[in-house]
């Protein structure tokens, strides 16, 4: 095996580690228990059901003889270095994730892990947030990462409080106006 190829699939590998979404040295992992279920589900299918489909295409591709120019082979083994990647990727961060259920904290008034905050800033605009695990929040959803400024600014806070948000273009005052949290299951 020649050092160029080695030095390829090492690439490959340090590739993984540069596409993580950044976590706080010493910090956890928190997620809620639907993302932990969701992320889960992907890597059970991923191993389950896709990964064999792939290696089934790959081997009978590879039957066939000149692998060279054999576009079901070189896809196939593309797509198994792809599926390889996020299946250890999703390892990874299900070992280290600590499930936090924020239903526990239904019904009070302080931003901890899971709440949905509506605050206004300076200008009186509101914005409506739900903090969420890094793994799973989705910024279209109106959901931050507990990792965000905005979370982190406003998390411990209360409704009324004021808290300062560090942006690229200065500190801003903003105001807890609520503090929800999902009812328990089943309650």
């Known amino acids: 095996m020649s050092k160029a190829f080695t030095r390829e699939t090492d690439s490959d590998e340090d590739d993984d580690e540069v596409s993580l979404p950044a976590l706080p040295a010493g910090s956890k992992n928190y997620i809620t228990p639907q993302g932990y279920a969701r992320l889960r589900g992907e890597l059970l299918q991923l191993m389950d059901e896709e990964r064999p489909k792939v290696v089934e295409v790959v081997h009978w591709a590879a039957s066939n003889g000149d692998r060279s120019e054999n576009g079901d082979y070189l896809y196939g083994k593309k797509r198994l270095r792809e599926i390889d990647r996020r299946i250890r990727f999703l390892t990874k961060r299900l070992e280290v994730a600590e499930v936090t259920d924020p239903s526990l904290h239904h019904g009070h008034d302080q931003v901890f892990f899971g709440a949905t905050v509506t605050y206004a800033d300076e200008t009186g605009q509101e914005r409506t947030i739900t903090i969420m695990g890094v793994d799973e929040a989705d910024s279209s959803l109106g959901q931050v990462s507990w990792v965000s400024p905005v979370a982190r600014a ?34």
């Open 154 to 187: 406003l998390l411990k806070a209360r409704k009324g409080d004021e808290v300062k948000l560090v942006t690229p273009s200065g500190v801003h005052d903003i105001e807890v106006l609520d503090v929800g949290y999902p009812a328990p299951a089943g309650g």
